[in-house]
Nanobody
Framework: QVQLVESGGGLAQAGGSLRLSCAAS????????IGWFRQPSGKEREFVGA????????YYKDSVKGRFTISRDNAKNTVYLQMNTLVPEDTAVYYC???????????????????WGQGTQVTVSS
């Protein structure tokens, strides 16, 4: 069993930055890929990006490429989502999720994950 807890959300101005953290419990964290998702109010959840278990491979949704960076520190059981040049359209509840590293992009693209965090709100003001 793995528990995921997101933190670091809050209010930012357009053009600003925030760093989200996804802290995990459980010994299997280093074997799992981690995905980041977001759900704007009244809209469907969308897959933002992900990182493989080793951190060697990452994936980003087109609209966040060049602005968001995902990294992980397996020694700390933590994955980070660095968000720069924020725009109001980034406003959403952000979730992290964990799943098998093999085929992680395809799995997360279909919203398939073994474990989910509770989410953290990010609000970007114009």
């Amino acid at each position: 069993q793995v528990q995921l807890v997101e933190s670091g959300g809050g209010l930012a101005q357009a053009g600003g930055s925030l760093r989200l953290s996804c802290a995990a419990s459980g010994r299997t964290f280093s074997t799992l890929a981690i995905g980041w998702f977001r759900q704007p109010s009244g809209k469907e959840r969308e897959f933002v990006g992900a990182i493989s278990s080793t951190g060697d491979n990452t994936y980003y949704k087109d609209s966040v490429k060049g602005r968001f960076t995902i990294s992980r520190d397996n020694a700390k059981n933590t994955v980070y989502l660095q968000m720069n040049t924020l725009v109001p359209e980034d406003t959403a509840v952000y979730y992290c999720a964990a799943g098998p590293s093999q085929g992680f992009v395809d799995r997360f693209s279909y919203g398939l994950a073994l474990y989910w965090g509770q989410g953290t709100q990010v609000t970007v003001s114009s």
